[in-house]
């Protein structure tokens, strides 16, 4: 079993910053692409920032230049650093991990996080 917790999320007023970490664990065999998503209250749930294996990075239009997404391969875990906050930042953030379970390519599924809320206010 594949499991993702998150940390790091709050209150912080506009133009602050927070931290967000999501560790891994559990049995298998890779992760794969790791990323950042939030959903506010009456909207789909959006991609903020994803990072492959071999770290390459993409962001969404909105967070580029404010928000750098990392990830520390050993210890299984993802961060975003999020900073000059805007209060449409506010939103649940999910943390995603495309992991592999076994060697075949069919064994490759998405996991999520239970979520963090992060909340600026202006």
Same mark, same amino acid.
């Given at each position: 079993?594949?499991?993702?917790? /998150?940390?790091?999320?709050?209150?912080?007023?506009?133009?602050?910053?927070?931290?967000?970490?999501?560790?891994?664990?559990?049995?298998?065999?890779r992760i794969n692409a790791m990323g950042w998503?939030?959903?506010?209250?009456?909207?789909?749930? /959006?991609?903020?920032?994803?990072?492959?294996?071999?770290?390459?990075?993409?962001?969404?239009?909105?967070?580029?230049g404010r928000f750098t997404i990392s990830r +520390?391969?050993?210890?299984?875990?993802?961060?975003?650093?999020?900073?000059?906050?805007?209060? /449409? +930042?506010?939103?649940?953030?999910?943390?995603?991990?495309?992991?592999?379970?076994?060697?075949?390519?069919?064994?490759?599924?998405?996991?999520?996080?239970?979520?963090?809320?992060?909340?600026?206010?202006?």
């Open positions: 079993q594949v499991q993702l917790v /998150e940390s790091g999320g709050g209150l912080v007023q506009a133009g602050g910053s927070l931290r967000l970490s999501c560790t891994t664990s559990g049995i298998f065999f998503y939030r959903q506010a209250p009456g909207k789909q749930r /959006e991609l903020v920032a994803a990072i492959t294996s071999g770290g390459s990075t993409n962001y969404a239009d909105s967070v580029k +520390d391969n050993a210890k299984r875990s993802v961060y975003l650093q999020m900073n000059s906050l805007k209060p /449409e +930042d506010t939103a649940v953030y999910y943390c995603n991990a495309d992991v592999s379970t076994g060697i075949a390519a069919t064994t490759r599924r998405d996991f999520w996080g239970q979520g963090t809320q992060v909340t600026v206010s202006s």
